[in-house]
C-alpha cells in the first residue's frame, strides 16, 4: 500500500480540488471566459453530481454495506444493482460533476485543468487500492464485476 492509498476521503480530496480550482481561477484572471448558460450548466452539472453521489450511498445504505471510503474491505456485500449496473463508482462520478459544474460556475480555464487532476488521484490513490480491496474480500463475485460495468461511466 501506497502513502496515500485510501488515506484522504473522496469527498475532502474534492473539496481540496475545489479550492485549488478557485485559487487558480483568482491568481490568473487573463484566463477567465464568458460561457453563456452558465449558471443553468453549473447547476444542472451540480445536480447531476449529487443525484449520482446521493443514488450510490442510498444503494449502499439499502444493501447495509459501508460507505467509508477508506476502509473498503469492511465491505458486507458487492452491490451491483440501480446506478452500480453502469457505474463502478457512482458517488466518484457524482463528485466529478460536481467539480465540473463549479469549473464550468468559475468561468475559467484552469479551472477546467483540475478536472483530469481529480479522475488521475482518484484511479490511482483510490479506486485502484479499493478494487484490491474489494477483489481480496469478494474474489470472483468481485471480478465478474470489474468485467461488466466501467469505472466511471
Given at each position: 500500500m501506497d502513502n496515500l492509498d485510501l488515506k484522504v476521503p473522496p469527498?475532502?480530496?474534492a473539496l481540496i480540488v475545489a479550492a485549488f480550482m478557485w485559487l487558480a481561477s483568482a491568481a490568473v484572471p487573463a484566463l477567465a471566459?464568458?460561457?453563456p448558460g452558465r449558471?443553468?450548466?453549473?447547476?444542472?452539472?451540480g445536480a447531476a453530481g449529487i443525484g449520482f453521489a446521493g443514488a450510490?450511498?442510498?444503494a449502499f445504505r439499502r444493501a447495509k454495506t459501508t460507505v467509508n471510503p477508506t476502509k473498503p474491505g469492511t465491505a458486507s456485500t458487492v452491490v451491483t444493482a440501480g446506478v452500480?449496473?453502469?457505474?463502478?463508482n457512482?458517488?466518484?462520478l457524482?463528485?466529478?460533476l460536481a467539480l465540473s459544474g463549479w469549473a464550468v460556475f468559475l468561468n475559467h480555464a484552469l479551472a477546467f485543468v483540475f478536472l483530469p487532476v481529480f479522475?488521475?488521484?482518484m484511479n490511482r490513490f483510490q479506486i485502484g487500492p479499493e478494487e484490491k480491496a474489494l477483489l481480496g474480500v469478494f474474489g470472483e463475485e468481485y471480478a465478474a464485476y470489474l468485467k461488466s460495468v466501467r469505472r466511471w461511466l
Amino acid at each position: 500500500m501506497d502513502n496515500l492509498d485510501l488515506k484522504v476521503p473522496p469527498v475532502a480530496f474534492a473539496l481540496i480540488v475545489a479550492a485549488f480550482m478557485w485559487l487558480a481561477s483568482a491568481a490568473v484572471p487573463a484566463l477567465a471566459f464568458t460561457l453563456p448558460g452558465r449558471l443553468g450548466i453549473a447547476t444542472a452539472l451540480g445536480a447531476a453530481g449529487i443525484g449520482f453521489a446521493g443514488a450510490g450511498v442510498v444503494a449502499f445504505r439499502r444493501a447495509k454495506t459501508t460507505v467509508n471510503p477508506t476502509k473498503p474491505g469492511t465491505a458486507s456485500t458487492v452491490v451491483t444493482a440501480g446506478v452500480y449496473s453502469f457505474s463502478r463508482n457512482p458517488m466518484y462520478l457524482g463528485l466529478l460533476l460536481a467539480l465540473s459544474g463549479w469549473a464550468v460556475f468559475l468561468n475559467h480555464a484552469l479551472a477546467f485543468v483540475f478536472l483530469p487532476v481529480f479522475v488521475l488521484y482518484m484511479n490511482r490513490f483510490q479506486i485502484g487500492p479499493e478494487e484490491k480491496a474489494l477483489l481480496g474480500v469478494f474474489g470472483e463475485e468481485y471480478a465478474a464485476y470489474l468485467k461488466s460495468v466501467r469505472r466511471w461511466l
